[in-house]
């Protein structure tokens, strides 16, 4: 559960605030319906709920969770954009490894890489050789 706190922290904004939109859009319905001296509909309210859910989900939520997950995707992947430039630090503590440790300090290098899961299905850094 704690674990996870992050997530139902958001879930649960998320469903407080879905729930207070359409609760209140239900009032603004009502209103607007008596004004116009017609009888509330659920079918009508429906359609309205839906067309301005979406179009806030559209212009909020998608947007925000493309930003999100989208630069969160290619940053796990390791697209150039996303490098953090430690590579040339990474390197450079590789070739001296290499260095002080010999014909071991290979693989020390491969060790060090399989334990931090830096070539496990993620981009390999610029200037490390396998």
Same mark, same amino acid.
């Not at 239900?26 to 839906?50: G, N, R």
């Given at each position: 559960?704690?674990?996870?706190?992050?997530?139902?922290?958001?879930?649960?904004? +998320? =469903?407080?605030? #879905?729930?207070?939109?359409?609760?209140?859009?239900? %009032?603004? $319905? /009502?209103?607007?319906?008596?004004?116009?001296?017609?009888?509330?509909?659920?079918?009508?309210?429906?359609?309205?709920?839906?067309?301005?859910?979406?179009?806030?989900?559209?212009?909020? +939520? =998608?947007?925000? #969770?493309?930003?999100?997950?989208?630069?969160?995707? %290619?940053? $796990? /992947?390791?697209?150039?954009?996303?490098?953090?430039?430690?590579?040339?630090?990474?390197?450079?503590?590789?070739?001296?490894?290499?260095?002080?440790?010999?014909?071991?300090?290979?693989?020390?290098?491969?060790?060090?890489?399989?334990?931090?899961?830096?070539?496990?299905?993620?981009?390999?850094?610029?200037?490390?050789?396998?």
């Amino acid at each position: 559960m704690k674990r996870y706190a992050y997530a139902w922290i958001t879930a649960i904004f +998320f =469903l407080v605030s #879905i729930l207070g939109h359409w609760t209140f859009g239900w %009032f603004a $319905y /009502v209103d607007e319906t008596m004004e116009h001296a017609k009888a509330p509909q659920f079918s009508e309210y429906a359609i309205q709920l839906s067309r301005d859910t979406f179009e806030n989900w559209q212009s909020e +939520f =998608l947007q925000l #969770i493309w930003q999100v997950v989208g630069l969160a995707y %290619f940053l $796990y /992947v390791g697209s150039p954009s996303s490098k953090e430039n430690d590579d040339r630090l990474e390197a450079k503590i590789d070739e001296l490894l290499k260095i002080n440790a010999g014909e071991r300090g290979a693989d020390i290098i491969a060790e060090l890489d399989e334990r931090y899961f830096r070539t496990h299905g993620h981009a390999k850094p610029h200037g490390h050789s396998q």
